[in-house]
């Protein structure tokens, strides 16, 4: 369920409301009991993941893996027989 940001025209109040999609939009604000209240455009939320795999270190790799007794050429980043 989203949060909706309202702000009423009238006294200037702003308060946050979590309604479902399908929920018409808000009318009256809760402070001065007015009919001037406005959704406002809001940045959203983040995503959040839950459970394992989800983890920035999970398919996070930390430079290019070369094959075991084969070292990389410092200067072209490539295997030791290189040219350099």
């Known amino acids: 369920m989203p949060t909706y940001e ?3 025209e009238a006294c200037g109040h702003k308060f946050e409301k979590m309604q479902k999609f399908s929920d018409k939009p ?5 402070e001065c009991r007015k009919r001037r209240l406005r959704r406002l455009i809001g940045t959203g939320g983040g995503i ?8 920035e270190t999970d398919y ?3 430079g290019k893996a070369t094959p075991k007794g ?3 050429c410092e200067t072209c980043r490539e295997k030791k027989n290189c040219e350099s």
């Not at 808000?26 to 809760?30: D, G, I, M, S």
């Not at 959040?48 to 983890?55: N, W």
């Open 48 to 55: 959040i993941f839950k459970g394992s795999g989800f983890y």
């Open 6 to 8: 309202y702000e009423c």
């Open 70 to 72: 084969e070292a990389a």
């Open 60 to 62: 996070k790799r930390k």
């Open 26 to 30: 808000l009318a009256t604000c809760p």
